[in-house]
């Protein structure tokens, strides 16, 4: 069954790093363009970071600009998303989606595949 499966998450004190993974299974992601989104407790799902599967042309969300790096590797079938210097206000639960011909940015819209979430949490 194709699917989109997010892995990363976890605890981690402010300032600190972590990367994010969402892999395909069962289609070929290199084909997709892929954003990544997320949901804090009480608030609306907002777009975070996408990647073109064309020619790799990227795009972040203000509040991430210089701290969060999208990536793919398509030998590994995977998006990446490096964060760095994450802050309590980067608590969410990060979701990844793809599709062929959008670029998820906007979560209102409907894309091909959605996964289930991997939970981040900022604090000390």
């Known amino acids: 069954q194709k699917h989109l499966v997010e892995s990363g998450g976890g605890l981690v004190q402010p300032g600190g790093s972590l990367r994010l993974s969402c892999a395909a299974s069962e289609f070929t992601l290199a084909y997709y363009n892929i954003g990544w989104f997320r949901q804090a407790p009480g608030k609306e799902r907002e777009g975070v970071s996408c990647?073109?599967?064309?020619?790799?042309?990227?795009y972040y969300t203000d509040s991430v600009k210089g701290r969060f790096t999208i990536s793919r590797d398509n030998a590994r079938n995977t998006v990446y998303l490096q964060m760095n210097s994450l802050q309590p206000e980067d608590t969410a639960v990060y979701y990844c989606?793809?599709?062929?011909?959008?670029?998820?940015?906007?979560?209102?819209?409907?894309?091909?595949?959605w996964g289930q979430g991997t939970q981040v949490t900022v604090s000390s």
């Open positions: 990647i073109s599967s064309r020619d790799g042309v990227t």
């Open positions: 989606a793809a599709d062929l011909l959008s670029f998820p940015f906007d979560p209102k819209m409907s894309y091909d595949y």
